[in-house]
């Protein structure tokens, strides 16, 4: 009733949304992307990071194609509708921090809000303690909302402008073709690709691509955004978004019980670490950083998609930021936290909370 | 003679913040709300919803939308 014209934008099209990503991501998985990683923007930008070369973390190195679809595929749908909006100018290095800040404490945990959902789809115990994090992160992001905090508005820009992430990306994608992988060897032409790790697990690429470009679609269409789920239903109330990652924790679970993918326990789960705190201090901080930017890491991409310059730089943050979790070993392993990760995790903690106490209008 | 909010320009959560404010203050007679995105058009619709407050006509102008909302 609300949303005319967009199907996908009702309770129905969202709960639709939620039910096919959660379906495709673990079929992903089946296809090879890394257990309980069908799909992570996250560790999927952290991977692009690598395989550009940002960060010589030689198991986490690929280009992955369902980030360039997911770029791609929002920018179709967003053409189509008429939504391809440039826009820029609401405090850009703040959002690129943001996406500094929000990787690193992802990767503190391991996953993005998304993939916080695979693992406990793929029975990750230790993914509660992430996603109590992520809730405890956003909650604090909306009592910055409601004392005042605000970013300014964004201005009307150039179309060329909304232009340059996703030609980015295109770049990213020809570079594949020109420089494919070679099996058994961690280099080709610039591009590096992992030989063995999670970096050297993923589905052929086409595959990820053209799901990539059907994800990319149907979220710019739906708004899917698991970082505002929780804000929405914190805030207002409201269940709309909510209801999106509950269809897709639900089919990623079925998803995964139907191809042998369900693995209940907290040991030697996939890409995944059991130190309790640091899952939820590094997803306590990656939320706080997702809501104060004003959406998760999926949602920040089909933004960037649509003309969002704001939502570029954040992205491209992201990236940046995974160059540095693994420089300078903040990055968790199956092991445990980096040498720096639990520091890290603090300044992050301390320079959000910055953020969100500094950057107020008085209405 | 009706409230209007301006949240063009502004990110998510803030047009429905801001509008549901407004809302909270008025409790009814006329609200116009401008945005500039789809989703913030939708978010601020389905906001007022929740509310009761009736959509009373959506006018693009210049890439923004002006949306007039009604109760009581």
Request: glycine share 14%; aromatic share 10%.
């Amino acid at each position: 009733m609300t949303a005319k014209g967009n199907f996908f934008a009702t309770r129905t099209g969202m709960i639709i949304v939620g039910a096919v990503v959660g379906i495709l991501a673990p079929v992903l998985q089946k296809l090879g992307n890394p257990g309980n990683m069908g799909i992570c923007v996250a560790c999927f930008d952290r991977d692009i990071a690598g395989g550009v070369g940002l960060h010589r973390a030689a198991v986490v190195q690929y280009i992955r194609p369902e980030i360039i679809g997911f770029v791609l595929g929002a920018m179709v749908a967003a053409f189509i509708f008429k939504e391809f909006r440039p826009r820029a100018g609401s405090a850009p290095v703040v959002r690129f921090f943001l996406g500094v800040f929000a990787m690193i404490g992802a990767l503190v945990f391991l996953g993005c809000p998304w993939r916080t959902l695979f693992r406990l789809a793929g029975g990750d115990g230790n993914a509660i303690f992430g996603l109590l994090g992520l809730v405890a992160g956003i909650y604090l992001g909306t009592l910055f909302f409601k004392a005042g905090y605000n970013l300014g508005r964004t201005q009307v820009t150039y179309s060329s402008v909304g232009w340059l992430l996703p030609l980015t990306m295109l770049g990213f994608l020809i570079l594949m073709f020109i420089f494919p992988q070679i099996p058994d060897q961690g280099q080709s032409g610039i591009l590096f690709y992992s030989v063995k790790g999670p970096g050297s697990q993923h589905a052929p690429l086409f595959i990820s691509l053209a799901l990539g470009l059907v994800v990319g679609f149907i979220c710019q269409r739906s708004r899917f955004c698991t970082m505002g789920a929780f804000r929405d239903l914190i805030l207002f109330r409201q269940i709309h978004l909510f209801s999106g990652i509950v269809a897709l924790l639900v089919a990623a679970f079925i998803t995964n019980l139907i191809l042998g993918q369900f693995k209940p326990g907290f040991e030697n789960q996939p890409v995944a670490h059991t130190m309790e705190l640091w899952n939820f201090g590094g997803m306590l901080v990656a939320g706080l950083a997702f809501a104060l930017a004003g959406g998760c890491p999926g949602r920040q991409i089909f933004l960037a998609g649509e003309g969002d310059g704001d939502a570029a730089v954040f992205v491209l943050g992201m990236i940046v930021g995974a160059g540095f979790a693994h420089n300078f070993q903040l990055a968790s392993t199956p092991q445990g936290v980096g040498t720096y990760g639990i520091a890290a995790t603090i300044i992050g903690l301390i320079v959000c909370l910055g953020i969100g106490f500094t950057m107020r209008q008085q209405a | 003679m009706s409230e209007t909010v301006d949240a063009r320009g502004l990110s998510c959560p803030q047009p429905v913040l801001l509008a549901l404010e407004a809302m909270k203050k008025l409790t009814k007679g006329e609200l116009i709300v401008l945005v500039d995105t789809d989703t913030s058009k939708e978010n601020v619709l389905r906001a007022a919803a929740s509310q009761g407050w009736q959509e009373a006509g959506v006018d693009e102008q210049q890439g923004a939308y002006q949306i007039r909302l009604r109760k009581g």
